[in-house]
T-cell receptor, first 113, second 113 residues
Framework: DQQVKQNSPSLSVQEGRISILNCDYT??????FLWYKKYPAEGPTFLIS?????DKNEDGRFTVFLNKSAKHLSLHIVPSQPGDSAVYFC????????????FGQGTELSVKP | DTEVTQTPKHLVMGMTNKKSLKCEQH?????MYWYKQKAKKPPELMFV???????INESVPSRFSPECPNSSLLNLHLHALQPEDSALYLC????????????FGPGTRLTVL
């Protein structure tokens, strides 16, 4: 049973436009969500996080939105840059699970010049 | 120092070999993690150490044996592995407790022949 789902395996966006990556979860105990970016042959790099007491968190070009009622979160990248091309993983955890992260399947973002 | 380092970068071993993966961080983090990532799949948690004690074992086969000698070091001892254990092994660290982002190392690419 996949508790964190990223239904789009890939996304292609023009440079300068907005990239929107989506993530859905099923476990209502999740209360902390993170986005990671991964280049081939490297470990995931932390981008941004949000706790369930917020519905939005912003850091530079990256904004994460959380809709708890829909069990849905999204990552917005504005403006998109070619260097943003990577695989993006959504991850979730529950406060009582000792830091255990459950990852989605990932979305491969391609930003074209 | 905001880096998690892992050695070796690549490892090829036979099914009868014994080898070890090493992970080191100097960020003062008291939680450390081992993940396994197969191609085109998300990272999957294997073990969590909190304050140098094993706190989570995700039902990992005993041919994988973790060790945390001190707060900066994490080892994964490998013995009698199977070809299906070939994967990218990722180490991560974080502040102990919930709601903390995990910082990943670059991983060790393991091939079992």
């Amino acid at each position: 049973d996949q508790q964190v789902k990223q239904n789009s395996p890939s996304l292609s966006v023009q440079e300068g436009r907005i990239s929107i990556l989506n993530c859905d979860y099923t476990n209502s105990m999740f209360d902390y969500f993170l986005w990671y970016k991964k280049y081939p042959a490297e470990g995931p790099t932390f981008l941004i996080s949000i706790s369930s007491i917020k519905d939005k968190n912003e850091d530079g070009r990256f904004t994460v939105f959380l809709n708890k009622s829909a069990k849905h979160l999204s990552l917005h990248i504005v403006p998109s840059q070619p260097g943003d091309s990577a695989v993006y993983f959504c991850a979730a955890s529950a406060g009582n699970q000792g830091g255990k992260l459950i990852f989605g399947q990932g979305t491969e973002l391609s930003v074209k010049p | 120092d905001t880096e998690v380092t892992q050695t070796p970068k690549h490892l090829v071993m036979g099914m009868t070999n014994k080898k070890s993966l090493k992970c080191e961080q100097h960020m003062g983090h008291r939680a450390m993690y081992w993940y396994k990532q197969k191609a085109k799949k998300p990272p999957e948690l294997m073990f969590v150490y909190s304050y140098e004690k094993l706190s989570i074992n995700e039902s990992v086969p005993s041919r994988f044996s973790p060790e945390c000698p001190n707060s900066s070091l994490l080892n994964l001892h490998l013995h009698a592995l199977q070809p299906e254990d070939s994967a990218l092994y990722l180490c991560a660290s974080s502040q102990a407790g919930a709601y903390n982002e995990q910082f990943f190392g670059p991983g060790t690419r393991l091939t079992v022949l």
